[in-house]
């Protein structure tokens, strides 16, 4: 074996590909569910990072805002344009000059080949677009484009692309050893964390991709390593998106503490976010807080005074823990303001030969991830002496479902076979070209279009579709992160959990006693409050 990948978030989806695609043999090892950690908590943004100009990024920005071309392209299903509104009032720190100034900014590093061009606009501009915007004090704004994606199906298409070139993947499989021979490190030791199964997989080359793990992962190749990262909580909450009316998304400073945040359209709601808290936890168990959640409503109530938003209209939240470069490395003074901390990312090896790859974001993956693999190529010369090619062309090749933009054909079968067309319009945004997939297991069994939830658009068909081809394993792969009725549902998805059940069953063999059982685990999950702590005063 060539390569070992350990962790099936983004940047190791995009290894995995990177490096299959080069003709090298890859096994990716992700402990849990893939993109179960970071990559699914993330602000669905894949953004050039218009904030941060204003810390000086440029070349960041630069490469953000090519590598959003280049997925907009691969992915249009998943990756998708978002008009922002930018509003600007008197006294806040972001004035009408400056932003003006950065907004040629963003479309000059951009080629002025941006989404689109952005827009200066007056006051009553501002109102037309976001009648619920705070009046007073408003003197405008601007209006850009930039791309909201779904994340948690961007690492799911970007390893089934690394699949379809030979890589194999093993979830829910925890790495407990490195293996070494002479000091260097030639594998891994796994544990099925299912059937509790031991087994070892030798590499040539061990690619540590596991985020905030990064730093643990580093120790079992060398104890004596100091930390390199800085752990930071991305808090977002889930409310309903007529509070704040949102016809497009929203980028606004929080007059709490004036910083830059987000208030963003997913169907029927909106998302807020996002924090940038230092936590001393571990990445295993972060959850979002009712303090994080009361910052955020404060901040929006302060944006659309109407919303008048309590922790009462939390429909769901979400936690991710951001591995920042700042604490070993000297990028960032563990006293810095977390925004201040650079977003960029490095790749080193290890004292055993470890490659390890940290920092970045969700929008440089494919970089990030060429980056790692010119790496492992470098280090597999040494070793074999053979070459391996300069570059797979993860730039031209489309992720599974996005071969065109042109889905009028699959929405025109859709209605034939009898879906909604609200379904219709859910399946091609979620699957792409796959949507001809979903339609033909209807065809072969039409109890397979039945509606999951009373309350959603989604169909008994994709949960089929999630395990035979989307590795799915367990219920909460299936409602949290392919199909996110979590999310989108007034009961976090506990509707559909028999047919779910049911129709996994069916599908991965389980009997009675396992159907129970991980009926019962995806209860106990979506029943825990969406906030944790003790709950401060009202927002």
Known sequence: MDLVVVGGG????????????????????????????????????????????EQGHLGLVAEATRERAVLLRIAPHLVRPLPFVFPVHRGERVGRWKLAAGMWLYDLLAFFRNVRR?????????LALEPMVRERGLVGGARFFDAQCDDARLVVATARSAQHHGARIATYTSVEELLKEKGRVTGVRVV???????????????????????????????????ARLRLTRGTHVVVPRERVGLEQALIFTSRVDGRVMFALPWG?????????????????????????????LRSVNAEFPSARLALADVRSAWAGVRPLLGAGDGTGPKGAATASVSREHSVTMGA???????????????????????????????????KVPAEARTDLEPLVGGETQDLAPFRERGQEIGLPDASVEHL????????????????????????????????CAEVVHAVRRELAVRVEDVLVRRIHLYYET?????????????????????????????????RAFAERPPLGGPTPPAP
């Open 10 to 53: 983004i940047v190791g989806a995009g290894v995995a590909r990177d490096a299959a695609m080069r003709g090298l043999s890859v096994v990716l090892v992700e402990q849990g569910d893939l993109g179960s950690g970071t990559s699914s908590k993330s602000s669905r943004l894949i953004h050039g990072g218009l904030r941060y100009l």
């Open 118 to 126: 952005h827009r200066m606009l007056g006051k009553k501009a501002v």
């Open 192 to 226: 099925d964390r299912l059937s509790g199964a031991r087994s070892v997989v030798r590499a040539r080359v061990v690619v540590n991709a596991t985020g905030p793990w990064s730093d643990r992962l580093r120790r079992m190749e060398d104890a004596s390593v100091s």
């Open 268 to 296: 029927r709601f909106a998302y807020l976010g996002t924090t940038d808290t230092d936590t001393d936890g571990t990445p295993d168990d972060i959850q979002p807080t009712a303090e994080d959640a009361v910052y955020l």
């Open 352 to 386: 055993g030969g470890m490659i390890t790859v940290a920092g970045g974001k969700l929008t440089t993956y494919r970089s990030m991830a060429a980056e790692v693999v010119d790496a492992v190529a470098k280090e597999l010369k040494r070793q074999t002496g053979h």
């Open 428 to 459: 091609l945004r979620q699957y792409g070209t796959e949507t001809a997939g979903i339609y033909n297991l209807c065809l072969l069994d039409r109890t397979l279009l039945r509606p999951l939830h009373p309350e959603h658009p989604a169909i």
């Open 490 to 522: 007034s009961d976090r998805g506990l509707a559909a959990i028999g047919r779910v059940t049911n129709l996994m069953g069916r599908e991965l063999d389980w009997d009675e006693a396992r159907m129970i059982e991980e009926a019962e685990r995806y």
